[in-house]
């Protein structure tokens, strides 16, 4: 099993400097793999004989390496830039299993990081122990550098126990730097392995709903109350983290007010510009904190249960679509409206608060599933009568059929848990695996390496809107030279030869 960590550290004027080229070459070496691609693609969609083929997908960097146009490529390890090769390959790879998008280049503002392998950093034990709510942590010192020149120290606070790992990745965001990294956590014995997800919940689901009634807890997710669970609790920001929100808020929009005044590439508005950066970060970093005190409390607790609406964050935070008349003039669409729920939405960290709870709950053996959201906030925790009529505001709730009058959020909670109990016992828990992938070298036809298979084929071209379309073979070939008219091509993929007759 694996746990991960990120420290804040200071790396001091001594290391930030070459932590930054460090940064700059690596961004530099995956940026250029992404315009080769790019490059090797448009080339591909050009040739007519290289239909069908793959790109060239590879780790080499080499050819990035000049001392005449890239000299500062020779003034970092060579770690440094096959590291950057190789979190390419890794965005390309998760591409191909449709995993996320095509690799983008990446920015030189927003948050920078470096990745660093086991070649280029070492933890020394310094022999100091501090207690903390997790455990004892014992201190290491971080040297970054090679065995033979090292560069500096990187210090760093750790408020966990943590392991030592094969590497680390280190980030710079509005000012603030830090360290992470992923070590093996040894298992409870060595004979047991950690309980999956999939063994949680064939478990849980042997059990009677007497049983599950008493372990189990549903968590309704909302606006005014970020969670309120099914056994009575409501949690929320504090009063001083309320406070120091709407300051950061208010504290950003003068700084933008002040930001649009000032003349552009100046250098106070770069100074003006950092300084908004920092209130985001400081708005962050005070969810961040609520949500994991919220996860935290919710894990320790006697419940070994988790149940919580499947919600889908990302398609409720959409930007409202534009409206037209029957003339086709643009009417008012709701769109301030709309963004103000959006808002309230991911300021309520419904997202985060979960996934906090269910990597907590694992760690301790406790699970955390998800059910249909339609219907709890209308339905009554008592009888089972769902009707809009039952909330008519948003605070509490009245059953129009039995009475039951409750607070709404609170209702919500109960709904959820039933729903959560009756989908253990009915066996209907559908498990959301985490896909991954994992660099692997496959021999694929590419571009300069002879065309993938030895037939004779045959296929119709005609001229359409600048293209051409290929009759009888599902591909689209671009601005062919030479071809501007109904041609007959005969491609022999033996030789291979290409034939074209002209009608």
Not at 98 to 108: A, C, H, I, M, Q
Not at 453 to 469: A, K, N, P, Q, T
Request: proline share 4%; net charge positive; charged share 25%.
């Amino acid at each position: 099993m694996l746990s991960g960590v990120k420290f804040w550290c200071c790396p001091g004027s001594i290391l930030s400097t070459p932590l930054s080229q460090w940064i700059g070459c690596q961004r530099f070496v995956y940026n250029a793999k992404v315009d080769e691609d790019k490059y090797f693609r448009t080339f591909r969609n050009h040739s007519l004989a290289l239909t069908g083929l793959h790109t060239p997908t590879d780790q080499q960097y080499s050819q990035f390496k000049d001392k005449e146009l890239t000299p500062f490529l020779y003034d970092v390890p060579s770690q440094i830039l096959r590291n950057g090769a190789y979190r390419y390959m890794q965005g390309h790879a998760r591409f191909r299993q449709g995993l996320s998008g095509r690799p983008t280049r990446r920015k030189k503002h927003g948050r920078q990081t470096v990745m660093i392998t086991k070649e280029l950093f070492r933890f020394f034990p310094t022999g100091k122990v501090t207690k903390s709510k997790d455990g004892d942590i014992i201190e290491h010192k971080l040297i970054i550098g090679t065995e033979r020149s090292p560069i500096g120290e990187l210090k760093f606070k750790a408020h966990r126990p943590y392991g030592i790992p094969n590497s680390i990745t280190v980030s710079r965001h509005n000012g603030e730097w830090h360290v992470s990294f992923n070590y093996a956590v040894a298992t409870l014995s060595d004979n047991l392995e950690p309980m999956t997800e999939e063994k949680l919940v064939e478990y849980f689901s042997g059990l009677t709903a007497e049983q599950l009634d008493a372990i189990a807890v549903g968590g309704d997710r909302g606006v005014v109350i970020p969670m309120a669970t099914s056994d009575g609790g409501n949690y929320d920001f504090s009063e001083t983290e309320k406070k120091r929100l709407i300051k950061a808020k208010k504290q950003r929009k003068r700084l933008q007010k002040k930001l649009a005044k000032q003349q552009k590439e100046s250098n106070q508005r770069k100074v003006t510009k950092d300084k908004i950066g920092k209130t985001y970060t400081k708005e962050r970093n005070i969810r961040q904190d609520c949500a994991h005190k919220i996860s935290h409390t919710v894990v320790e607790s006697e419940s070994q249960v988790f149940v919580h609406e499947d919600l889908p964050v990302k398609n409720m935070t959409k930007r409202a679509k534009p409206k037209q008349d029957e003339n086709g003039k643009y009417v008012k669409n709701g769109a301030a409206a709309k963004s103000g729920l959006n808002d309230a939405i991911l300021r309520s960290m419904w997202g985060m608060v979960v996934v906090f709870i269910r990597y907590k709950g694992l760690k301790k053996e406790k699970l955390t599933i998800k059910i249909p959201p339609h219907g709890t906030s209308q339905e009554c925790s008592k009888c089972g009568h769902t009707h809009p009529d039952n909330r008519e505001t948003q605070a509490e709730f009245i059953c129009q059929d039995c009475g039951f009058t409750a607070n709404a959020d609170y209702n919500a909670a109960l709904v959820i848990k039933k729903r959560g109990i009756k989908a253990l016992l009915d066996g209907t828990i559908v498990l959301k695996q985490k896909k991954t992938v994992r660099v692997r070298k496959e021999s694929q036809p590419q571009i300069g390496q002879g065309l993938p298979e030895s037939r004779h084929v045959s296929m119709d071209v005609s001229r359409i809107m600048g293209g051409l379309v290929v009759h009888g073979q599902e591909a689209t070939v671009r601005r062919a030279a030479g071809i501007t008219r109904s041609t007959r091509v005969s491609v022999n993929r033996e030789a291979p030869t290409l034939t074209v007759s002209c009608g």
